[in-house]
Protein backbone atom coordinates (compact mmCIF):
# COMPACT_ATOMS: atom_id res chain seq x y z
CA UNK A 1 0.00 0.00 0.00
CA UNK A 2 1.40 3.41 -1.06
CA UNK A 3 0.64 5.94 1.92
CA UNK A 4 0.51 9.71 0.90
CA UNK A 5 0.38 12.98 2.03
CA UNK A 6 -3.12 13.17 1.52
CA UNK A 7 -3.47 9.73 3.32
CA UNK A 8 -1.66 10.82 6.30
CA UNK A 9 -3.71 14.19 6.75
CA UNK A 10 -6.86 12.83 6.03
CA UNK A 11 -6.39 10.07 8.27
CA UNK A 12 -4.93 12.89 10.99
CA UNK A 13 -8.09 14.88 10.12
CA UNK A 14 -10.60 11.92 10.46
CA UNK A 15 -8.64 11.24 13.95
CA UNK A 16 -9.31 14.94 15.10
CA UNK A 17 -13.00 14.90 14.16
CA UNK A 18 -13.84 11.58 15.82
CA UNK A 19 -12.32 13.22 19.38
CA UNK A 20 -13.74 16.21 18.61
CA UNK A 21 -17.28 14.96 18.02
CA UNK A 22 -16.75 12.53 21.72
CA UNK A 23 -15.43 15.34 23.57
CA UNK A 24 -18.52 17.43 22.64
CA UNK A 25 -20.62 14.95 24.62
CA UNK A 26 -19.20 16.58 27.71
CA UNK A 27 -19.98 20.31 26.63
CA UNK A 28 -23.01 21.11 29.83
CA UNK A 29 -26.31 21.65 28.99
CA UNK A 30 -29.10 23.64 30.86
CA UNK A 31 -32.04 21.83 32.72
CA UNK A 32 -34.38 20.63 29.73
CA UNK A 33 -31.89 21.72 26.83
CA UNK A 34 -31.93 17.80 25.67
CA UNK A 35 -34.97 18.10 24.05
CA UNK A 36 -34.31 20.96 22.40
CA UNK A 37 -33.55 21.15 18.62
CA UNK A 38 -31.01 23.12 19.11
CA UNK A 39 -28.31 23.81 22.22
CA UNK A 40 -24.77 24.14 23.32
CA UNK A 41 -23.43 20.64 21.51
CA UNK A 42 -25.55 20.80 18.13
CA UNK A 43 -22.65 23.21 16.40
CA UNK A 44 -19.55 21.29 17.29
CA UNK A 45 -21.72 17.68 16.39
CA UNK A 46 -21.92 19.68 13.45
CA UNK A 47 -18.90 20.18 12.79
CA UNK A 48 -17.56 16.61 13.80
CA UNK A 49 -19.67 15.03 11.17
CA UNK A 50 -18.93 17.43 8.59
CA UNK A 51 -15.06 17.04 9.37
CA UNK A 52 -15.75 13.14 9.14
CA UNK A 53 -16.87 13.14 5.73
CA UNK A 54 -14.61 15.61 4.18
CA UNK A 55 -11.87 13.33 5.62
CA UNK A 56 -13.31 10.55 4.43
CA UNK A 57 -13.66 12.05 1.15
CA UNK A 58 -9.88 12.92 1.07
CA UNK A 59 -9.07 9.16 1.78
CA UNK A 60 -11.17 7.99 -0.92
CA UNK A 61 -9.95 10.21 -3.36
CA UNK A 62 -6.07 10.68 -2.54
CA UNK A 63 -3.84 9.27 -5.20
CA UNK A 64 -1.99 6.37 -5.14
CA UNK A 65 0.48 6.88 -7.56
CA UNK A 66 4.05 5.94 -6.20
CA UNK A 67 5.82 9.00 -7.45
CA UNK A 68 3.41 10.54 -4.53
CA UNK A 69 4.29 8.67 -2.13
CA UNK A 70 5.29 10.08 1.38
CA UNK A 71 8.99 10.90 1.55
CA UNK A 72 10.24 12.09 5.18
CA UNK A 73 14.11 12.96 4.23
CA UNK A 74 13.09 16.61 2.76
CA UNK A 75 11.77 17.87 6.01
CA UNK A 76 13.13 19.46 8.48
CA UNK A 77 12.37 17.80 11.92
CA UNK A 78 14.76 19.81 14.39
CA UNK A 79 12.88 23.22 13.20
CA UNK A 80 9.40 21.40 14.18
CA UNK A 81 10.88 20.31 17.52
CA UNK A 82 12.22 24.16 17.89
CA UNK A 83 8.62 25.67 17.14
CA UNK A 84 7.15 22.85 19.33
CA UNK A 85 9.72 24.15 22.13
CA UNK A 86 8.49 27.61 21.19
CA UNK A 87 5.00 26.76 21.42
CA UNK A 88 5.29 25.18 25.40
CA UNK A 89 7.61 28.16 26.22
CA UNK A 90 4.62 31.03 25.36
CA UNK A 91 2.63 28.96 27.05
CA UNK A 92 4.39 29.24 30.34
CA UNK A 93 5.19 32.80 29.68
CA UNK A 94 1.69 33.80 29.77
CA UNK A 95 0.83 33.68 33.17
CA UNK A 96 4.13 35.60 33.90
CA UNK A 97 4.04 38.15 31.49
CA UNK A 98 0.56 38.58 30.03
CA UNK A 99 -1.05 37.65 26.67
CA UNK A 100 0.56 41.07 24.63
CA UNK A 101 4.48 40.96 25.56
CA UNK A 102 4.41 36.87 25.58
CA UNK A 103 2.87 37.01 21.76
CA UNK A 104 5.28 39.70 20.49
CA UNK A 105 7.90 37.84 21.49
CA UNK A 106 6.44 34.72 20.26
CA UNK A 107 6.00 35.97 16.96
CA UNK A 108 9.30 37.57 17.23
CA UNK A 109 11.07 34.13 18.00
CA UNK A 110 8.82 32.32 15.55
CA UNK A 111 9.86 34.15 12.64
CA UNK A 112 13.65 34.37 13.44
CA UNK A 113 13.52 30.57 13.57
CA UNK A 114 11.94 30.67 10.32
CA UNK A 115 14.27 32.56 9.07
CA UNK A 116 13.59 36.19 9.33
CA UNK A 117 16.65 38.61 10.56
CA UNK A 118 15.23 42.18 9.87
CA UNK A 119 14.95 43.48 13.16
CA UNK A 120 12.27 46.45 11.52
CA UNK A 121 10.20 43.38 9.63
CA UNK A 122 9.79 41.07 12.87
CA UNK A 123 8.72 44.28 14.67
CA UNK A 124 6.61 45.79 12.15
CA UNK A 125 4.66 42.05 11.67
CA UNK A 126 4.37 40.90 15.25
CA UNK A 127 3.59 43.74 17.35
CA UNK A 128 0.53 45.30 15.16
CA UNK A 129 -0.86 41.39 14.34
CA UNK A 130 -0.25 41.13 18.12
CA UNK A 131 -1.88 44.07 19.37
CA UNK A 132 -4.97 43.55 16.95
CA UNK A 133 -5.69 39.96 18.17
CA UNK A 134 -5.17 41.20 21.67
CA UNK A 135 -7.90 44.42 20.99
CA UNK A 136 -9.99 41.77 19.00
CA UNK A 137 -10.20 39.35 22.29
CA UNK A 138 -10.13 41.97 25.05
CA UNK A 139 -12.00 44.98 23.56
CA UNK A 140 -14.29 43.57 21.08
CA UNK A 141 -15.17 40.44 22.30
CA UNK A 142 -14.64 41.70 25.72
CA UNK A 143 -12.95 38.47 27.04
CA UNK A 144 -10.86 38.69 30.10
CA UNK A 145 -6.46 38.62 29.76
CA UNK A 146 -4.64 38.15 32.50
CA UNK A 147 -2.03 41.06 32.38
CA UNK A 148 0.74 38.94 33.85
CA UNK A 149 2.16 38.69 37.20
CA UNK A 150 5.38 40.84 35.76
CA UNK A 151 2.96 43.79 35.08
CA UNK A 152 0.76 43.47 38.13
CA UNK A 153 4.11 43.24 40.85
CA UNK A 154 5.52 45.99 38.51
CA UNK A 155 2.21 48.49 38.28
CA UNK A 156 -0.28 46.96 40.53
CA UNK A 157 -3.34 44.86 39.93
Known sequence: MIITKDHIGGMGFLLLSAFYGYYAGDIPLLPGDEFEPFHARTVPYALA????????????????????????????????????????????????????????????AGFWLLGERRTKMLLMVSVPFAVGIWFILAKLLDIYLAPGQLFVQLFGG
Not at 58 to 78: Q, V, W
Not at 86 to 95: D, S, Y
Open 49 to 108: ILGGVISLALLLTAERKAEKRLRLNNYDFALVAKLLVLIVIFGLALEWIGFLLATVLFLI
